[in-house]
């Protein structure tokens, strides 16, 4: 299996421009979950998607940030417009079902850089 | 709200010892605590993941121990070599909002191993 994919790796923009990351979980896995981790906060969850419906948005930052899952095969998080405190490195992790008995896979990250 | 905290923020130890690492939690209503290897700019791969109500798991050279009621994990490296050296991040899974699992991360301990 080739694990959980993120694209891109990394992505340089500036202030103002939209940013889409996206994902593609393990073939099977139900559960897709977004996180944030930046060194003043460590790694924060953004976003949950379960058999791809949205379940806990709560750590959303705020409007800029959204989040979709349109099949069990991919998903994006966009952020418009993007500011310099976005800059963090963005996962994306996926699970089977079985809710909490079962571990996240996480993918490699997208290193994000807002100038 | 739950909050994961790792002591030490990181820890430099010559080849070949055995090395603890602490993560303590404040809130005991856990379904289970696992313990995260990140290696510098990767993902997250899960090393080992005790249910609420076992004690320990062991994996070849690591040890992982739970103490709910005190909200206390422990995980212990064996002979330790420099391939160990990453960063370290505890986490615990406890129900959020709208019934789902959410996993609370550290910060994560930084260990170096040197030859």
């Known amino acids: 299996d080739a694990g959980v994919i993120q694209s891109p790796r990394h992505e340089v923009t500036e202030m103002g421009q939209e940013v889409t990351l996206r994902c593609k979980p393990i073939?099977?896995?139900?559960?897709l979950f977004w996180y944030r981790q930046t060194m003043m906060r460590g790694l924060e969850l953004l976003i949950y998607?379960?058999?791809?419906?949205?379940?806990?948005d709560s750590g959303m930052p705020e409007d800029r940030f959204s989040a979709k899952m349109p099949n069990a095969s991919f998903s994006t998080l966009k952020i418009q417009p993007s500011e310099p405190r976005d800059s963090a490195v963005y996962f994306c992790?996926?699970?089977?079902?079985?809710?909490?008995?079962?571990?996240?896979?996480f993918g490699p990250g997208t290193r994000l850089l807002v100038l | 709200k739950q909050e994961v905290t790792q002591i030490p923020a990181a820890l430099s130890v010559p080849e070949g010892e055995n090395l603890v690492l602490n993560c303590s939690f404040t809130?005991?209503?856990?379904?289970?605590l696992q313990w995260f290897r990140q290696d510098h700019g990767k993902g997250l791969t899960s090393l080992l993941l005790i249910q609420s109500s076992q004690r320990e798991q062991t994996s070849g050279r690591l040890n992982a121990s739970l103490d709910k009621s005190s909200g206390r994990s422990t995980l212990y490296i064996a002979a330790s070599q420099p391939g160990d050296s990453a960063t370290y991040l505890c986490?615990?899974?406890?129900?959020?909002?709208?019934?789902?699992?959410?996993?609370?991360f550290g910060k994560g301990t930084k260990l170096s191993v040197i030859p």
């Open positions: 073939s099977g896995h139900n559960s």
């Open positions: 998607f379960n058999n791809n419906v949205p379940i806990d």
């Open positions: 986490a615990v899974k406890g129900l959020a909002g709208a019934g789902s699992y959410q996993l609370t």
């Open positions: 809130d005991s209503a856990i379904y289970n």
């Open positions: 992790a996926s699970s089977r079902p079985g809710g909490r008995q079962e571990t996240q896979y």
